[in-house]
């Protein structure tokens, strides 16, 4: 509801505002808010019922430029007025935002605002050019693992035939060689497998619920690793269920907390290594192209040493690891299981904190 708006600004007209991704803001004349769609709940951190009536510029530490941007469409100065904003707050993140500013045809000269945060147009583009970029990679991937495959067992094959006609004489010296192409042909096999594997398995679809994921990755982590390694648990406990497959999900957060710990091994020597598990609710958002209105938003967050630069671009790519005798697969599975579930992973990493972000839909 639209406390004290005008008669002519009704509700039920504005439902169709809450499925945009970007922020829509109804002020009356003097600037004071009538109206938040959800977007812009996200955008400014509180509810239309605590911000009802406040001035929107006293939100902000500089809102001169906001304010004339403002009265200029009230006075219908131009039919609408677009500006790149960057709008201070107090103790927190400035935001960097596109403005547009149109006068509505009312009595008391409201204005609607649309705000369109830059950073977060550049991050669903680039998310998209990785999604495609993704895609690409497993068809690769697949078509170049069957092509390996093929030859493989014809290779192995014909070490062991000749492991069987060797001589008698030269067994011994000769059965050396022979177990060298054995041996690095499983090894081959192996990782062709691990390869293929996520579109192996069917899918098995079932109700999830991710705080059972996550304890019970947390009691495999902690087993593992049961001294001087610390997984703190920041649950939201309104997340509903959703239908998907768990055991890949578990997975996931494994292949992901398991790296972490394992960067982590100097701070567990130290004692004072740190996991954190954290679920909220994210409200309209973009994912894998489509828009939804909840979304399960899952971080796992470690204070280790950070990915390194010369591959943080990178991780999500088959055989990349940072890590000496990784086999680079890990975060390449979990992409590919998140993917799945029509969810997008990303990754934000500094010396000190690195974050894996989940983002899933929910019904």
Do not use: W
């Amino acid at each position: 509801m639209i406390p004290d708006s005008p008669a002519s600004i009704r509700p039920a007209e504005l439902a169709g505002l809450d499925l945009l991704a970007s922020a829509v803001v109804i002020v009356d004349g003097g600037g004071h808010i009538l109206y938040l769609n959800a977007a812009g709940e996200n955008l400014l951190e509180s509810s239309l019922k605590a911000l009802a009536r406040q001035a929107l510029g006293g939100l902000f530490a500089a809102p001169l430029e906001l304010e004339n941007i403002i009265a200029q469409a009230r006075d219908h100065k131009f039919s609408d007025v677009r500006q790149e904003l960057v709008l201070e707050r107090a103790g927190r993140e400035a935001l960097h935002v596109h403005i547009i500013a149109s006068a509505l045809d009312e009595p008391d000269g409201a204005v609607m605002i649309e705000l369109r945060e830059i950073v977060q147009q550049m991050k669903q583009d680039r998310e998209e050019r990785l999604m495609d970029q993704s895609q690409v990679n497993k068809e690769l991937i697949r078509n170049l693992a069957h092509e390996i495959k093929n030859p493989l067992g014809g290779i192995r094959g014909a070490a062991q035939l000749l492991e069987m006609e060797l001589p008698p004489l030269h067994l011994t010296q000769l059965r050396e060689y022979t177990q060298v192409i054995i041996k690095e042909a499983d090894r081959l096999q192996t990782l062709v497998d691990r390869l293929l594997a996520p579109h192996r398995r069917p899918h098995i679809v079932g109700d999830v619920n991710i705080h059972e994921v996550l304890e019970r990755v947390r009691s495999l982590i902690l087993a593992e690793f049961p001294v001087g390694l610390t997984i703190r648990r920041d649950y939201d406990a309104s997340l509903p269920e959703f239908r998907g497959d768990k055991e890949q999900l578990i997975q996931t957060v494994l292949n992901i907390a398991h790296n972490a710990a394992q960067a982590l091994a100097s701070r567990i020597e130290q004692g004072d290594a740190e996991i954190v598990f954290r679920t909220r609710v994210a409200r309209q958002m973009t994912l894998a192209k489509v828009r939804y209105a909840l979304a399960l938003d899952l971080h796992i967050i470690d204070n280790g040493p950070g990915i390194p630069p010369q591959i943080r671009d990178r991780i999500f790519y088959p055989l990349v690891s940072g890590r000496d005798g990784g086999s680079g697969l890990g975060l390449t599975l979990a992409q590919t299981f998140v993917q799945q579930h029509m969810g997008v992973i990303e990754c934000e990493s500094r010396p000190g904190q690195t974050d894996f972000r989940i983002l899933l839909p929910l019904p």
